[in-house]
C-alpha cells in the first residue's frame, strides 16, 4: 500500500519519470536493511525498512533509484572496472552526486542523501569525474544495488526466463526495454517545461535523443565488410585452407592476392542536398577507400551541380548523369553500365529520391544524408531493405 502510494507520490512530483518508475516492478527483501535497484531494474524493499517510512521519503527512493537505472550506472560502472568494496562505495557516492543535480530539492530518502559537494567537488558534473577527482568519504557506505553498480548481490537472484512458464516472482526489465524507456523518458523531458526539469537532466535527455551512430565509423564498417564480402567470393579458392599445405612441407604455395574491388559512389548532387554535408560524406568515402587500398573509384553525379563534388574528391573523374535529376535509381543503372563492374556503390543521397525496384546486382551502401530543413511538399522515401543504410546527422 505504502508502496503504490509512493510511486503515485514520485510519479506526480516527475511525471517525465512516470514509465521508468512504473515499469520497475518492487519485491519485499526483508533484511536488507534499505530500498535496492539491481540491474533488472527490480526495486528490493525491505518490508521493515519501508514501514518505518514516510510516503515522501519512500517515493525519493523511488525516484533516486530510478534514476541510476536511466543513467546506466551499472554498464557505466563495467566500464570503470571497479576493483573493490572501496572503489564500488565510492563509485555509488559518485553517481548518487550525479542523481542530486538532477532534483532542484533534496529528495527525503530513507538513506543518506550524497551531493557534489560532499565529495568536493563543483556540482553538474557526470559521475566519472565525481569519481575520478571527488575526495573519497572515509568509512561512509551507501549501496544502491547493482543498479547503481553493476555487481550482482549473492542474494540478489537473476530474474526468472521470461518464455519459462513454470516462472515465478516478478522479471525485470530487458536491455531492449530498458532503452526503449530510456528513451520514452528522454522524450517526456524534451516535451515537458524546460523549468521543471534539471539542466543535468536535459542534457541527459538530448543525448538519448540524439543519433548514437557514429556514421563515421558505421560507414567505413560497412564498406570494408561489404569490399571483403565482394573480395571473399571473388577469391574464394585461396581463402580456404590448403589440405596439402602440410604434406609439401618447404613448398611454398601462392601467397593470397588482394583482389580488387571497383567502387562507384554516386551522389545525389539536387538543390535539396546540403553542400556542406555532402562535401563532408564525399570526403569521408573518399578517405575510407583510399585507406583500404582502393585506388578506381568513380563518382557519379546525379544532378548538375558537381562544384562541391568535384571539390571533395581531389581530382577524381566525376561523371555526370544526364536527365538523371535526383533519381538514386537511375544512378545505380548507370553505376551497373560502367566497365569493370563496380561490386560496391556507395550512394550518397537525403533519400529524396526513388529507388529501384529490384536489387541491383552489387552490393549497396546507402549514406543517408540527414537534412536539417526538410524539403517542402516531400517527403524522404526509405532506402530499401537490401541497401546497408547509414545514416548521416546533419552539422
Ligand atoms: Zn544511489
Redesign the pocket.
Known amino acids: 500500500m505504502k508502496l503504490a502510494a509512493a510511486r503515485l507520490w514520485a510519479t506526480n512530483r516527475h511525471p517525465y519519470l512516470a514509465s521508468a518508475i512504473f515499469a520497475s516492478p518492487t519485491l519485499p527483501a526483508p533484511g536488507v536493511g534499505r530500498l535496492l535497484v539491481d540491474r533488472w531494474w527490480r526495486v528490493h524493499a525491505d518490508p521493515e525498512v519501508v514501514a518505518g517510512a514516510t510516503v515522501e521519503q519512500i517515493g525519493g527512493e523511488l525516484l ?2 530510478t ?2 537505472v536511466l543513467r546506466d ?1 551499472a554498464s557505466r560502472a563495467d566500464e570503470i572496472h571497479l576493483a573493490d568494496q572501496d572503489e564500488l562505495h565510492h563509485w ?1 557516492d559518485a ?2 552526486a550525479e ?1 542530486a543535480d538532477d532534483f532542484a530539492v533534496d529528495l527525503a530518502r530513507v ?1 543518506e542523501v ?1 551531493r557534489a559537494d560532499d565529495l568536493d567537488c563543483p556540482d553538474g558534473r557526470l559521475a566519472e569525474e565525481y569519481y575520478r577527482t571527488g575526495s573519497v568519504r572515509e568509512g561512509r557506505r ?3 544495488g547493482s543498479g ?1 553498480h553493476g555487481t550482482v548481490a549473492g542474494w540478489e537472484q537473476p530474474p526468472p526466463d521470461p518464455d519459462d512458464p513454470e516462472a515465478d516472482g516478478p522479471g525485470g526489465v530487458s536491455g531492449d526495454q530498458q532503452e526503449l524507456i530510456r528513451r520514452n523518458v528522454a522524450a517526456e523531458i524534451a516535451r515537458a517545461d524546460a523549468a521543471a526539469v534539471a539542466a543535468g537532466l536535459r542534457r541527459w535527455a538530448e543525448q538519448q535523443l540524439a543519433p548514437t551512430i557514429d556514421w563515421r565509423a558505421e560507414l567505413a564498417a560497412s564498406v570494408r565488410r561489404e569490399i571483403s564480402a565482394v573480395a571473399g567470393a571473388v577469391d574464394y579458392s585461396y581463402r580456404r585452407p590448403s589440405r596439402r599445405a602440410g604434406s609439401l612441407g618447404a613448398v611454398v604455395l601462392p601467397a593470397m592476392q588482394r583482389p580488387t574491388v571497383e567502387v562507384a559512389v554516386v551522389c545525389d548532387t539536387s538543390a535539396s542536398v546540403s553542400e556542406e554535408m555532402l562535401a563532408s560524406a564525399v570526403a569521408e568515402v573518399d578517405g575510407l577507400l583510399r585507406a583500404v587500398g582502393t585506388r578506381d573509384v568513380r563518382v557519379l553525379a546525379c544532378d548538375d551541380a558537381v562544384r562541391v563534388v568535384r571539390r571533395a574528391s581531389r581530382g577524381r573523374e566525376v561523371s555526370l548523369i544526364g536527365g538523371g535529376g535526383t533519381d538514386m535509381s537511375v544512378g545505380i543503372a548507370e553505376a551497373m553500365e560502367l566497365r569493370p563492374r563496380p561490386g560496391l556503390v556507395v550512394v550518397l543521397t537525403d533519400g529524396y529520391t526513388p529507388w529501384p525496384d529490384e536489387p541491383p546486382p552489387t552490393k549497396v551502401v546507402v549514406g543517408l544524408l540527414q537534412q536539417q530543413t526538410p524539403v517542402p511538399g516531400l517527403a524522404p522515401v526509405e532506402p530499401p531493405a537490401w541497401a546497408r543504410t547509414i545514416p548521416i546527422p546533419g552539422p
Open positions: 533516486h533509484l534514476s541510476h550506472h555509488v553517481a548518487d542523481i538513506s550524497i551507501s549501496d544502491c547503481a
